[in-house]
């Protein structure tokens, strides 16, 4: 699969109008970690995820009528302000898909957008962005040339499409778990866009993710700058491997409901990142004393306790606790009386699994 077999029509004749199209969108959580790219934003291995609910871009995208054709000429406003840094990788992403929809060349872009989560704050935004964008670009293409694609057809063109804005964003497109990367585990699994997870245990539609806040601040790293620290990184084959074992693995554990390999894969995956991170030629660490004490601290919990309660980390310092929502309350107050308690930010946002992306308009 590649650009061409989803190359777009250029519009005919001109734009009247403006024609306007809205999605939301929702952020994911990966619980295999896509770490390390090649070629055109191409995974080195297979990553899993699971969709949220409640943290979510809204993006409205507006094609107004041009004079002439030439690059892509937008306007783009993020939370109701200009933002001209944020524009910038928006318009590069624009220019670099205008073979799949021509007629970008063709009209004025104006893109609004807004988040229900604070930007930077360890929350893939770039996940939620870039789909909420794709989908609305897919969608936009439809309604100007009256296609009729199917819905899988569609989120697949969407989740293609995000892919090449953001990797971790081709994986937001679909509800629940889905898996990006081409692994042996997962027939129909590919480089190019995310597939989802066919078969998933009723137990894990109740998982959620808290996050607790360790430093809302801008990473000193960015996402894109780590996955390039992977090249030539000295474990890299092996990470490789244990990554596909580790997707292997986790199918299997979603599929029959088994909640302990679930969280041995989780943890080991959340680590694995990290030591990536510190082992690369120029090592970086992203983890701060106060990650390290609540994830310290919630292994010690769920010896202590029995509880179902795991950590993940996404390349930043926050935590992500997951659990199920049958011990929601004994994990709150866990949370609250313990966790929390002497954390200056005591911020957390709670999420969990995610019925996918909507239409807004
Ligand atoms: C640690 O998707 O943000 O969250 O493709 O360069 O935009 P780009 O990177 P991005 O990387 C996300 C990395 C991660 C793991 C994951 O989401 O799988």
Redesign the pocket.
């Known amino acids: 699969m590649s650009i061409s077999d989803f190359s777009g029509s250029a519009l005919t004749s001109a734009l009247t109008e403006p024609v306007t199209v809205s999605w939301r969108s929702p952020s994911n959580i990966?619980l295999v970690?896509?770490?390390g790219?090649k070629g055109l934003?191409l995974p080195v291995n297979p990553?899993l995820?699971m969709t949220l609910s409640a943290a979510n871009t809204e993006t409205k995208l507006t094609v107004l009528p041009r004079k002439s054709e030439g690059d892509v000429s937008l306007d783009f406003w993020f939370e109701g302000a200009k933002n001209d840094a944020f524009g910038y990788r928006i318009s590069r992403f624009l220019n670099s898909i205008t073979p799949v929809f021509p007629w970008l060349r063709q009209v004025n872009l104006k893109i609004e957008t807004s988040n229900t989560f604070p930007h930077s704050a360890g929350i893939?935004s770039?996940?939620s962005a870039f789909s909420a964008l794709a989908l609305c670009l897919c969608s936009m293409d439809a309604d100007l040339f009256g296609i009729l694609l199917s819905e899988d057809e569609f989120r697949n063109k969407a989740s293609y499409v995000a892919r090449l804005g953001?990797?971790?964003?081709c994986r937001s497109v679909f509800p629940g778990f889905s898996v990006w990367g081409s692994s042996r585990a997962l027939s129909g699994s590919t480089d190019q866009l995310a597939v989802p997870v066919p078969d998933v245990h009723a137990v894990f539609f109740t998982l959620r993710d808290t996050i607790l806040m360790v430093n809302k601040k801008e990473k000193p790293v960015s996402?894109?700058e780590g996955?390039s620290r992977m090249t030539g990184h000295p474990f890299a084959a092996a990470r490789i491997k244990q990554a596909r074992k580790n997707t292997s693995e986790l199918l299997d554990a979603l599929k029959t409901g088994n909640k302990v390999a679930f969280i041995r894969i989780v943890e080991n995956e959340a680590f694995t990142?990290h030591s990536l991170m510190m082992t690369s030629e120029e090592g970086f660490m992203l983890m701060e004393p106060e990650t390290v004490r609540i994830i310290s601290r919630i292994q010690e919990l769920r010896k202590e306790t029995g509880l179902d309660i795991c950590f993940t980390l996404?390349?930043g310092p926050n935590v992500h606790l997951l659990y199920f929502e049958e011990q929601f309350e004994q994990v709150n107050k866990l949370i609250v009386e313990d966790l929390l308690k002497n954390n200056k930010q005591n911020m957390r946002m709670d999420d969990f699994y995610g019925k996918g992306p909507v239409k807004l308009g």
């Open positions: 990966a970690k896509y770490w790219k934003q990553s995820s893939a770039s996940a953001s990797g971790s964003a996402s894109s996955h990142l996404d390349a």
